[in-house]
Structure formats: structure tokens, C-alpha cells
């Protein structure tokens, strides 16, 4: 696996938590990398997403002015801001790279996955 997302937790909400995706064996510090979720019975989708030098961003309607994307330039991590949390934002959250450099909205483009997070907020 050569990314992992770490951060997740137990949180109330309105509560904030701040997830985190490194890469072991693996530099991605050229690629664009996407946050997603899968929440259960639900498909996967796509959160957030950064080009390679932080310079343009994407955020899905849901998360829109609540969670922020970042990366540490030039080999550091991805992270996910994520404030005002919901109940609805209840998922295993994934971080991924993909092959190219700018910004990349399709989940089939990215082709480097790790293990997800839980993150589970209570209301």
C-alpha cells in the first residue's frame, strides 16, 4: 500500500479532525492526490482533491467551506482540514494519487490507493 490515511476518529458533531495521507516506498509529490469516502451502503466519492503544487483545488458540494485540502510542498503530506463536522460525514475516509500532475476530479484516474481511516461523528 503505498499510501495511508491516518487521523480519523470518534468525534461529536460540530467537532473538527484533521486527517493526514503519507506515502511510504513512494513519492508523490508530483502527482495530484484526492481525499475520498465511502460511507456504508454507499458508493465511494470524492471529497477533495489537489493539484501538485497546492496551487488548485476541488471540493464536492457536501464539503464545500468546511474542509480544507493541503499539502506540505515538497515532499510532505496531503492533509484534509475538516471542520463543522456532521453526522453525515460519517464514512472510511481514502487518500490517492493519481498519475497526473493537476487536478483530478475522476476517481478511475487515480491509480495509487491506500488503506482508509474511520472517521465517525456523532450527533
Known amino acids: 500500500v503505498p499510501l495511508q490515511a491516518c487521523g480519523g476518529g470518534l468525534v461529536q458533531a460540530g467537532d473538527s479532525l484533521r486527517l493526514s495521507c503519507t506515502a511510504s516506498?513512494?513519492?508523490?509529490?508530483?502527482?495530484?492526490v484526492g481525499w475520498f469516502r465511502q460511507a456504508p451502503g454507499k458508493e465511494r466519492e470524492i471529497v477533495a482533491a489537489?493539484?501538485?503544487?497546492?496551487?488548485?483545488?476541488y471540493y464536492s458540494d457536501s464539503v464545500k467551506g468546511r474542509f480544507t485540502i493541503s499539502r506540505d510542498r515538497p515532499k510532505g503530506p496531503v492533509y484534509l482540514q475538516m471542520n463543522s463536522l456532521k453526522s453525515e460525514d460519517t464514512a472510511v475516509y481514502y487518500c490517492?494519487?493519481?498519475?497526473?500532475?493537476?487536478?483530478?476530479?475522476?476517481?478511475?484516474?487515480?491509480?495509487?490507493w491506500g488503506q482508509g481511516t474511520q472517521l465517525t461523528v456523532s450527533s
Open positions: 490517492a494519487a493519481a498519475r497526473a500532475s493537476y487536478l483530478v476530479t475522476t476517481g478511475s484516474l487515480y491509480n495509487h
Open positions: 516506498r513512494y513519492t508523490f509529490s508530483n502527482n495530484g
Open positions: 489537489i493539484n501538485w503544487n497546492g496551487g488548485n483545488t
